[in-house]
C-alpha cells in the first residue's frame, strides 16, 4: 500500500483506487464492465493498445488479484492507476469527500 504522495491529486487518485479495489473484491461484476471498457474504447485507440493489453491481461486474474495490483506500490501500480479502465459508475463527489475525510480521521 502506497504511504508517500507526491501532491494532494495524488493522494486523492489514490484513495479512490483504493476504493474501487475494494468494490471490485465485493463485486466481481465490475471486471465486465472495465473489460467491455477496455475492448470497446481502449483498443480502438492506438496510443493505448499497450496498456488495454496489459489491462487485458490482468482483468483475466481474479479479483482479489486486481484489487492487489492495483493499489501496489510499484512503477507498475502506478502505471496501472495511470490507465485504469472504468469500473462500474465510478465515484461521486460525495463518496470522494468522505473517502477523504475518513482517511483524514484515521491520519489523526
Partial sequence: MKTCFCDRHDRVD????????????????????ARDFVETVMLADPHQRI????????????????AEALVEDTPRGQLLRETRPVFGKGLSSREVVALLEAAD????
Avoid at 479512490?16 to 471486471?31: F, G, S
Avoid at 496498456?51 to 486486481?66: F, K, Q, T, V, Y
Avoid at 480521521?105 to 489523526?108: D, G, I, K, T
Wanted: hydrophobic residues 50%; aromatic residues 4%.
Fill in 51 to 66: 496498456h488495454a493489453e496489459m489491462w487485458r491481461a490482468l482483468l483475466r486474474r481474479s479479483p482479489a488479484e486486481i
Fill in 14 to 33: 489514490y484513495l479512490k483506487v483504493c476504493e474501487v479495489a475494494r468494490r471490485i473484491v465485493d463485486d466481481p461484476l465490475l471486471i465486465a464492465t
Fill in 105 to 108: 480521521a484515521a491520519a489523526s
